[in-house]
């Protein structure tokens, strides 16, 4: 079950694309530690706060129970489960739960209907992954 969200500002000093008062928390999903390090580094450069990293779905759903982050940067290939199954799961609990950004090392057409018919807000290609591709997805 998820607790209602409460967001607090969190204190910045570079000025960044996620540039308002309320700063969106991000939760990096992603089973390559690399990329979670430079996604994190972007992100925090453009002002997201990334308040946690998980490498395999069942710790994402876990982490976003405990960590009630906006948004969640989903690698649709983990582990142990797709991240469409995450993102299902994610939408399925009672209340409110993060937007879901899919991303991949693969084009979007590999997925076929699979991204346009899941539950996230869009997905961005990792090699294009930037603070304004997510920022224009979260609209």
């Not at 409110?96 to 346009?116: E, F």
């Not at 996230?120 to 930037?130: H, T």
């Amino acid at each position: 079950m998820f607790a209602y969200v409460v967001r607090l500002p969190v204190l910045r000093t570079r000025p960044g694309v996620c540039d308002h008062e309320v700063v969106t928390r991000v939760l990096i999903a992603d089973d390559h530690p690399s990329f979670r390090a430079s996604a994190r580094e972007l992100l925090e450069d453009e002002g997201f706060d990334v308040c946690g990293e998980t490498a395999d779905g069942a710790g994402t759903l876990a982490a976003v129970a405990r960590l009630l982050p906006d948004v969640v940067l989903l690698d649709i290939q983990l582990p142990d489960m797709t991240g469409f199954d995450v993102c299902r799961a994610l939408a399925q609990h009672n209340g409110s739960h993060p937007k879901v950004i899919l991303v991949s090392s693969r084009d979007a057409a590999d997925y076929g209907d699979l991204i346009p018919s899941s539950c996230a807000c869009g997905f961005v290609p990792k090699a294009e992954l930037s603070g304004e591709a997510v920022a224009a997805l979260l609209g």
